[in-house]
Each structure stands twice: as structure tokens, then as C-alpha cells.
């Protein structure tokens, strides 16, 4: 097969040493190795938000770059940036624990700074069959450089049983995005379950549309 273009004539405009660089190259290296393996390249489809991150896939880093720095959802308590001059009073929120309540079958934690490992996490993650989810600690090296941090806290998870529910929570809280702490890399949590489309084809796969429609016909003529 002919090989894959994922390049765009758009302008790049990241800081140089920006953890975006990375999180990019580990992405398309992922998809074209998809795409080498037979997975249909055009079944998949990129979202994002605005910003720096706006042109990839989402991330998380702790500070809005594109707005010079303002306190995010995941800052920590007491971060100073131009919309909190005097330090931030919120907590921050743990985005794989909310996940993980919110039912997603997928969870994991890459960093910007772990190519092989955020490769292997993007393969799972696209591959897997249901909600996925991998926060992925990017550093902005303008606004809130933790790669210092970051480097000195991290660990690869090993021997865990990821379909372990209880032991997925517990791991996902060992760091809080708050308080100083280990952080652990790696897949959390993963499990299957029945995806809307399989859900609803069982649900419904005795059910005579036909009647159904004619049904809902008659009642609305009445
Ligand atoms: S502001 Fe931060 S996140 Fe945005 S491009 Fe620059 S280094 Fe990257």
C-alpha cells in the first residue's frame, strides 16, 4: 500500500521544546503503523479543543499556553498564573478518577517526555473497543514547566491487574494532581463491555421496525 500522508500545509506554531512535538510524532507514528497493519486509516477521526493542543490530540499540562498562562482544571491548589495572581484556591479535578465513575472501559498515563510507552498507549487506546481515555502529562515549557517534576515522580506500572476495578481506583488516586506524589505510568484500567451499537442491536434485533413504524402511525392519526 502507499504509504500514508499525515502532513498539513498549516502553520506550526508550538514553542520550540514544546511537549506537543512529541505527543504529534508518537500519534502519527501510530497511525501509519495502523495503517500498515490493515485498520482502515479513514475510520478514524481526530477531535480536539483550541489552543496549542487545539491542532493534536488532547492533553493535559496544567496551564492554558495559548492564553499565556491562566490556571486550569488540573492546576494545582495555590498555582500563580495571569487569572490568579494571588494563587488558585480550587482543587484540582483527577480526570482518570472521573472517568473511571463515568464508566469508560480504557484508562491510562503518558508523558511527553515517553515516546515508546505513549505510542504503545495511543495503539491500545485506538484499538480498543469503547470509551478510552489516556492523560497524557505534556510539558509547557513557556508557561508551566514540570518536566523536572515530572521526571523525578514517575514509574512504569508492572504486575497489576488492569481489570481489576478496586485496584484501578486506588492507583488512579495515589497521585491527585495536587499533593506531591508518585505518578504512575502505564494502562489502569481496562476492561470490554458492550459497546451503544452492540447494546442496541440486541435490545432490539426481535423488533419488527415495520410494525413498529406503522405503530407510531396509527397512534399519531388517532
Ligand atoms: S505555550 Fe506551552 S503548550 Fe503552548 S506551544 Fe508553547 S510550550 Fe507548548
Avoid at 490568579?84 to 472517568?99: H, I, Q, R, V
Avoid at 508492572?158 to 505518578?183: C, L, P, T, V
Amino acid at each position: 500500500m502507499s504509504e500514508i500522508n499525515l502532513n498539513t500545509c498549516a502553520e506550526n506554531t508550538w514553542c520550540p521544546g514544546c511537549g506537543n512535538f512529541a505527543i504529534l510524532t508518537a500519534f502519527k507514528a501510530v497511525l501509519k503503523s495502523l495503517a500498515e497493519e490493515g485498520v482502515p486509516i479513514e475510520n478514524i477521526v481526530l477531535v480536539s479543543g483550541i489552543g496549542c493542543h487545539g491542532k493534536i490530540v488532547d492533553y493535559i499540562n496544567g496551564v492554558y499556553g495559548l492564553t499565556t498562562g491562566q490556571c486550569t482544571p488540573t492546576s494545582p491548589q495555590g498555582y500563580k498564573g495571569r487569572s490568579t495572581p494571588k494563587g488558585s484556591l480550587e482543587y484540582p479535578l483527577n480526570p482518570l478518577e472521573m472517568m473511571l465513575s463515568c464508566g469508560a472501559t480504557y484508562l491510562a498515563r503518558g508523558t511527553s517526555h515517553g515516546m515508546p510507552l505513549l505510542k504503545q498507549l495511543f495503539k491500545e487506546a485506538i484499538l480498543h473497543k469503547g470509551f478510552a481515555l489516556i492523560d497524557v502529562l505534556q510539558v509547557c515549557f513557556v508557561y508551566y514547566n514540570m518536566y523536572e517534576y515530572y521526571a523525578k515522580r514517575v514509574y512504569e506500572l508492572k504486575d497489576y491487574d488492569m481489570a481489576d476495578f478496586s485496584a484501578a481506583h486506588n492507583k488512579i488516586r495515589e497521585w491527585d494532581y495536587n499533593q506531591d506524589g508518585k505518578i504512575a505510568l502505564g494502562t489502569f484500567y481496562k476492561t470490554t463491555k458492550e459497546s451503544f451499537d452492540e447494546y442496541f442491536k440486541i435490545k432490539h434485533e426481535r423488533m419488527d421496525r415495520g410494525l413498529k413504524i406503522s405503530q407510531i402511525l396509527n397512534r399519531d392519526m388517532q
